[in-house]
């Protein structure tokens, strides 16, 4: 039997910002794969997640915002497979 893969994931984040720090540890503690994408480069990012930050998304589109903890982003992953 194969195991479930992990959800390739997208931090939306900023330099300096705290929170994104702190959902970024909470990535790397439930092994989660993502990349960050710097909102501060694209005006329609900072539109949409400027003041929701830290924001992570699936490949479907679901959103997790903040706040979450490592149990509720594994339940968030775990339902988008």
């Known amino acids: 039997m194969m195991a479930k893969q992990q959800a390739d994931v997208v931090l939306y984040t ?4 705290h929170l994104c720090e702190q959902a970024e540890e ?3 503690e439930t092994a989660t794969r ?3 994408i710097d909102i501060a480069d694209d005006v329609d990012l900072i539109k949409r997640y400027g003041v ?3 924001v992570v ?3 479907m589109g679901r959103e997790l915002s903040w706040p ?3 149990s509720g982003l594994k339940h968030w992953v775990s ?3």
């Open 26 to 28: 909470i990535l790397y």
């Open 57 to 59: 998304a699936d490949e």
């Open 52 to 54: 929701r930050i830290p």
């Open 34 to 36: 993502f990349r960050s």
């Open 68 to 70: 979450f903890d490592s």
């Open 79 to 81: 339902t988008s497979q």
């Open 14 to 17: 900023t330099p300096g910002c």
